[in-house]
């Protein structure tokens, strides 16, 4: 776990604007994350490094494709992670982390701006991509979360393509778990990132929204449910306020409500929405957790706050902008 004094950080660390956006207000606009914790250029190859910019870059063009299509921010928010979810690089579908009891369990939500519908799947094995089963649970409107085998039921009923178990499974990955099972450490500990994918988009009818992917953390037991697929802490869209999607120690955002808690300070208490968001990493800093966020405002201000050495991320909108940055010191 970081210490206090990292989390002190938190406001110098969170506004990273890696490129001041165009005064001109955007018509569309999209922001992606792949996960934040302990990155430092000193332990990544050029080559790895390479990778990651391409892997964020793919899927910021996918949404971006659909955006200035006309396509919808729900729309392009899925599109988004769904490649990210099939890449294994990241900690969402293939390549998700292991629990400690050697299995892939994957979560994931989806968040309508405009209807505050909503769809979250939890505990899932076999779905290729959450974020589709996520979106189908919305779609069908008669619940908001599902989990395990109901969630299994539900996805086979609408046809939702599946994967066996070993398509998830990764060597890295299953290396990690023996790592922190022979080493007795912790998941902080071996895992050093968070790798949750993560959309937020806004189209140009206006409409925001907001989704997560998550593997998990590495070794996790008893069915652990992180914050990633509950609505309010590691997703949330509402057009009147923001969308927000999480990334990083789940339980500390749970405990704050972290991306309701934004959108509710920029919508009540009309805070700036960098200010809202720095705030919120900043208490969750001080509890002892690390991580950060991707946001997205009605006027399509992508924005991103974090209080860890780094956060995969990138953003593009209608106005040219079109970027993706891996640490905190990435360009300004």
Known sequence: MKT????????????????????EPP?????????AGTLSRADMTPEREAEYRAALQGALAAASAILAAGGSAMDAVEAAIVLMEDDPKFNAGR???FTWDGRNELDAAIMDGA??????ATGVTSIRNPIRLARAILRDGRHVFLSGAGAEQF????????????????????????RMKAEQISALEVDLKFGTVGAVARDAAGHL??????GGMTGKRWGRIGDSPVIGAGTYADDRACAVSATGSGEYFIRTAAAHEICARIRLAG????????????????LGGEGGVILMTPAGEALFSFNSSGMYRGRADSTGVNEVAIFAADAE
Do not use: C, K, M, N
């Not at 209807?115 to 979250?120: F, L």
């Open 27 to 35: 018509r569309w606009s999209v922001a992606i994350h792949g996960g």
């Open 115 to 120: 209807t505050r519908a909503a769809g979250a």
């Open 4 to 23: 206090l004094a990292l989390a002190a950080l938190a406001l110098g660390l969170a506004a990273v604007p890696f490129a001041a956006q165009a005064a």
């Open 155 to 178: 996805a086979a009923e609408r046809g939702l393509e599946t994967a066996p178990p070993d398509y998830f499974a990764t060597e890295p990955r299953r290396r990690a778990l023996e």
């Open 95 to 97: 390549g998700a982390v």
């Open 271 to 286: 805070e700036a929405p960098q200010g809202a968001a720095d705030a919120v990493i900043a208490e969750i800093g001080a």
């Open 209 to 214: 929204a907001a989704g997560t992917s998550t």
